[in-house]
């Protein structure tokens, strides 16, 4: 046998070889894609309801907050009206709820935005990693 055929037949076998390798691991990859999929949809159908119940808890916070806020303030006002020597310690009473509207405000908006934010960008992410997911499944599949 000549050595240049003996040499050609070796390359086609290593070529088979990686061929199959290459097959395999692809087939591997489709399925560990898969359960990512699964795993990531499963995840979000668990967080979902747990992260609406703290946004709605937080927000009932924030309102029954500003209601007493605003409760105060309505007797704080009426308070002047009814009573012209006690001035300035309805001022101070004005002073320190105008300052804890202010604290809650700060306080409570900034994780807001923060959670909101995050859920946008998780949503994204997962949104890109699907349709990643779901290229890659119509190439291998073309």
Known sequence: MNWLVFGVM??????????IAVVQAAGQLKST??????LLLSVEGSIKPFIEEDIKG???AV????????GAARE???????????L???KEVGQTVS??????RDNVKGP???????????????????QYVMSTKQKEVQ
């Open 88 to 90: 300035d310690a309805v």
């Open 33 to 38: 894609l898969a359960a990512a999929e699964k």
């Open 76 to 86: 704080a006002k009426e308070g002047i009206g009814k009573v012209n020597g006690t």
């Open 58 to 60: 937080v927000c009932n």
């Open 10 to 19: 070796i390359i086609a076998v290593s070529f088979a070889v990686l061929v």
């Open 99 to 104: 300052s804890i509207n202010g604290l809650i």
């Open 112 to 130: 807001l935005i923060s959670l909101a934010a995050s859920l946008v960008g998780f949503r994204t992410g997962l949104a890109t990693l699907i």
């Open 63 to 70: 309102n029954s907050a500003l209601s007493e806020v605003e």
